[in-house]
């Protein structure tokens, strides 16, 4: 196979591609993996319930949010090091989400920084993503200056004040980047070595050096102080902590399990999504990722309620097989499915999506119902 026609060809050509711990290091998760299988297999328990002899000849998968224009109802996630599979790493990745009309979402751990990215993609809308340092002075530095260059929202990631485990990094001897790769946004304050110190199995636990492991929800509200623009909390897992989230000031939550990188046996982030929903009652925007491949995974995402979904794995593995121009032509195949499934859904633009597409068993009901609102 020489030409990839879906999203998981990009993981197969990139797995002959890359070096076995780099690809084993993008592809694997903690423990046993359940979590990291579960993202993929939860979508077959989700069924739809196309409807028939609506008009579909145009069909728009244009959505809003905070003020800003998504030509398709996905971004990218943020996650780091993407110049070991492309020497212009974030740069290539942001340029192609400018090309396909929606956002790209810069990991405080990227190899390319904030001004770097900002100035190489122009055209791209772009938000920060952050951790809560120790260090609380360089924290609110990373968010000034993501502000200054630009970016439009934060992304708060919450579900890690420690990282996973990850066994295949210990078997395969990954425990600090490939020279001469740098976390850039680190680069000033030399933090890039302490996360690269080689002091772990496991590469990404040299995190707990770094990272406040006693941050409190008072945080969040502390965050939105210093950011002042939108703020999204990544990590949530159960309807107790997206209202929590909410009394926290948050203006949009993430339901993410980190890809299956962080706590194993924890349920699918499609499955979760029911139950958030429900409680977030349409007042703030609700992202999504976690395994997500084909145009009818964003259907039943967003007839779930889910505002847009976030991707993570494909970017690198498109961006390993052919950088700027494989990771466009990977949005344009799923921009093609998603077409597609809302086509044969009978449905024409994305705020029809609805609870009344889709159900948990073959032949029931819907499980929940709601309406749409526009965010």
């Known amino acids: 196979m020489s030409t990839a026609i879906n999203v998981n060809d990009y993981q197969v050509l990139a797995k002959k591609k890359l070096p076995k711990a780099l690809y084993e290091y993008l592809a694997s998760g903690t423990d046993d993996e359940q979590t990291l299988s579960e993202n993929r297999a939860a979508f077959k328990h989700w069924y739809l319930r196309p409807r028939v002899l609506r008009p ?51 990991s405080q751990h990227a190899t390319r920084s904030i001004e770097q990215v900002a100035e190489r993609a122009p055209n791209t809308q772009k938000w920060y993503q952050c951790y809560i340092l120790k ?54 304050s030399n933090l890039d070595r302490t996360y690269n110190a080689a002091k772990h199995d496991s590469w990404d636990q040299n995190t707990e050096l770094m990272f406040d492991t006693d941050s409190t929800w008072k945080d969040v509200h502390w965050i939105k102080q210093q950011c002042r623009m939108p703020l999204i909390v990544k990590g949530i897992h159960t309807c107790e902590d997206a209202l929590l989230a909410m009394e926290a000031g948050a203006d949009g939550i993430m339901v993410s399990n980190h890809g299956g990188r962080q ?94 597409l889709i159900t948990r068993h073959p032949g029931g009901s819907p499980v929940i119902r709601y309406q749409r609102a526009k965010l």
């Open 56 to 106: 579909v000849s145009s069909v728009r998968t244009n959505t809003t949010i905070f003020g800003t224009d998504f030509k398709v109802p996905f971004f990218v996630s943020p996650a780091g090091v993407m110049a070991l599979c492309d020497k212009e790493g974030e740069c290539a990745t942001a340029r192609a989400c400018g090309r396909i009309g929606t956002v790209f979402a810069l």
């Open 135 to 188: 260090d609380r002075a360089l924290t609110i530095s990373l968010l000034q200056r993501a502000k200054k260059a630009g970016y439009s929202a934060i992304i708060l990631t919450v579900d890690s004040p420690r990282f996973g485990y990850r066994e295949a990094d210990a078997r395969n001897g990954f425990n600090a980047l490939p020279p001469p790769h740098r976390l850039m946004n680190y680069e000033t």
């Open 263 to 356: 706590l194993d046996s924890a349920l699918a982030t499609i499955d979760i999504l029911p139950e958030v929903v429900s409680v977030v009652n349409n007042r703030i925007p609700i992202l999504i990722d976690g395994g997500f491949q084909r145009g009818t995974d964003i259907v039943k995402a967003l007839s779930l309620g889910a505002t847009a979904v976030g991707l993570g794995k494909p970017i690198f593995f498109s961006l390993a097989v052919g950088g700027e121009e494989a990771v466009f032509n990977m949005f344009s195949l799923l921009k093609k499915e998603l077409e597609s499934a809302m086509a044969l859904c009978g449905v024409s633009c994305i705020d029809d999506l609805d609870s009344s």
